[in-house]
């Protein structure tokens, strides 16, 4: 596992800046113990030129999960590296798939391709941005604090009833506010869920669960995100939802216990809430 926190500049202004945020997300994968396929074709972090135009993909890569056990499958994530669509802004597109055909190409059950950029004016001013990776997940936070302009994204295993991974992806983006979330489930076999949001207030796609053990003061409720794929699945692990007025310490951290074991939380961002009034806690471990 790995986690950590480096400042970036939501911007690809130079070939410097674009490498910086991508190589960032790069070397986190790599830290987290997920392996990069040999598809043909990939980035060079070294070599690669800033994006000459808006919505425009310079590279990609693929890594693969690296925690198959007992019957497992480890699932795929292609990432878009490039620009979106306002000028200098980033953009980064996300596949999930079970394998890759060795030149770029996602195999097995696939979803519909994703997009997360900053929603905001670039800037080359330095932001905080966290990363936590491990060998069946990875969840970061590009730019926080950033205004709306943040970059979240999260992708782990499901679980059945019993709290054990499955041979299914739960994946989650958001780029800016609410209005950019997206979400979708990808199973081994079968079809992948439609592209949903996150909905804290209506109770569409957040279940809420009182008394969520924290270090300080004892118990405070949090909101879990429940994926959705013909009804609701077990709680993710990679992110809650804070309430802002207990949860408003940027980059504070909790120990939680989530299916019967502690877990480390940050307040990953106090600016781009989930929601109104919804500060996300991630797993930083």
Not at 8 to 28: C, H, I, M, N, Q
Not at 172 to 179: A, K, L, M, R
Request: aromatic share 12%; charged share 10%.
């Amino acid at each position: 596992m790995a986690a950590r926190i480096i400042s970036l500049a939501p911007t690809y202004a130079s070939d410097a800046e674009f490498r910086a945020w991508g190589k960032a997300v790069s070397d986190a994968f790599a830290a987290g113990g997920w392996v990069q396929t040999s598809d043909t074709g990939q980035i060079n972090w070294a070599t690669v030129s800033r994006p000459p135009s808006t919505s425009t993909v310079q590279g990609y890569e693929i890594w693969r999960m690296d925690d198959a056990a007992g019957g497992l499958h480890n699932a795929y994530i292609k990432i878009d590296y490039g620009s979106s669509s306002s000028f200098n802004s980033p953009g980064i597109g996300v596949q999930i798939g079970w394998g890759s055909n060795g030149s770029g190409a996602l195999t097995g059950n696939t979803n519909t391709r994703q997009i997360i950029t900053i929603g905001a004016s670039a800037t080359s001013t330095t932001y905080p941005s966290l990363f936590s990776v491990g060998a069946g997940y990875a969840c970061f936070m590009l730019f926080s604090s950033y205004a709306s302009g943040g970059m979240l994204f999260s992708i782990e295993r499901t679980r059945d009833a019993t709290g054990a991974v499955e041979d299914q992806v739960f994946v989650f983006g958001q780029g800016y506010n609410s209005s950019g979330q997206w979400s979708q489930t990808v199973p081994l076999s079968g079809t992948a869920s439609t592209v949903n949001t996150l909905d804290l207030n209506n109770g569409g796609g957040m279940r809420k669960v009182a008394n969520a053990t924290a270090t300080y003061s004892g118990s405070i409720g949090l909101s879990t995100i429940a994926p959705q794929k013909g009804g609701w699945l077990m709680e993710a692990m990679n992110l809650f939802g804070g309430d802002s007025t207990n949860y408003n310490a940027f980059q504070q951290q909790y120990s939680i216990m989530v299916y019967g074991s502690t877990h480390n939380y940050i307040v990953a961002s106090t600016t781009n809430v989930l929601t109104t009034g919804v500060n996300p806690l991630m797993r930083y471990e």
